[in-house]
């Protein structure tokens, strides 16, 4: 059991895991799978060599910052920031201390944020992972922000705040820090009073939040479903989204043969065109795994900028 602990911040007797019908869901810290490990190699350098070496650089850097606390003995944390570096530890470190500013500049977002205070936004059934991974072992995340959403219920600040848990559980998978995550935003049914909910501040903290400051690899933003009034939308986030960024988010509409040329059909619900018998995860379903890692989520939050 030491292995699985050693990704975690606090001690787990057991890895938190929901069973779903035949489907166990659960955090996945196995190690890599070998091929998963070729892409480490490939895209992100990582030899044992070059993992240590950077390992101790980072730690140095670390140590000689006084202003922040951090796990400094725990590699599998070190590791978390270093492979999205692809294991350059000045620019790990400078990733760090964005992570940490990123989180004093949205303190209200971020203070006590743990699953148990935030239910709601599991329980609307919004915001879902799906439970296997695509063809390129990356994790899948679906944002319904159309008909789904009771935009007067749970408001975008919820959903950001369950985006953030969801991130955070998943940069704990060695597999998703090597091959990333990819994001589906289906916003069938999108009206006019949920495109009032978003303002330039709120375009502005996502864009920064998945630009500057999460350590894990966001590899496509694809946008299907959406209405004409949703360029309204896209009109607030454009002016803050970088070149790299902005290659990544594809509007595909209803168009689901797009949607297959970067997320193979085998990985997908029946809704986008897939053949994946898995059972659907829900909110809820996921709301029970994360309430299971409660306590890590407070061990994640005590850590940053030391309080002044």
Known sequence: MGNLSKHMLTDV?????????????????????EAVRETARRELRETPEVVSAAIED????????????????????????????????????????????FKVKHQKQYDGLLPSREQNI?????????????????????IELGKKWKHNKCSLDEVFKGCVLFLEAAMLEPETQICGAVVIFDMD???????????????????????????????????????????????????????????RIIFMGSDKDQLHKHISPKCLPECYGGTLTLPRVTGPQWLELLLMCDQEFGAINSYGYKKK
């Open 13 to 33: 007797e057991r890895l938190p895991a929901v069973q779903l019908g035949d489907f166990l869901l659960q955090i996945e810290l196995d190690e890599p799978r």
């Open 58 to 101: 980072l730690k140095r850097l670390l140590i000689d910052d006084k202003e922040l606390l951090v796990p400094l003995d725990n590699e599998a944390w070190l590791v978390r920031f270093l492979r999205p570096c692809k294991f350059y530890p000045e620019s790990a470190y400078d990733l760090i201390k964005r992570y940490y500013a």
């Open 122 to 142: 599991f329980n609307h059934n919004i915001l879902t992972v799906l439970p296997n991974r695509d063809q390129l072992g990356r994790r899948i995340l679906v």
């Open 189 to 247: 049914g999108l009206s006019m009073q949920q495109v009032w909910q978003f303002t330039p501040p709120f375009a502005k903290r996502i864009v920064d939040w998945l630009q500057e400051s999460i350590p894990l690899r966001i590899k496509g933003l694809y946008i299907v479903n959406q209405p004409y009034i949703f360029n309204m939308v896209f009109q607030l986030f454009k002016p803050f989204l970088k070149e790299k960024l902005r290659s």
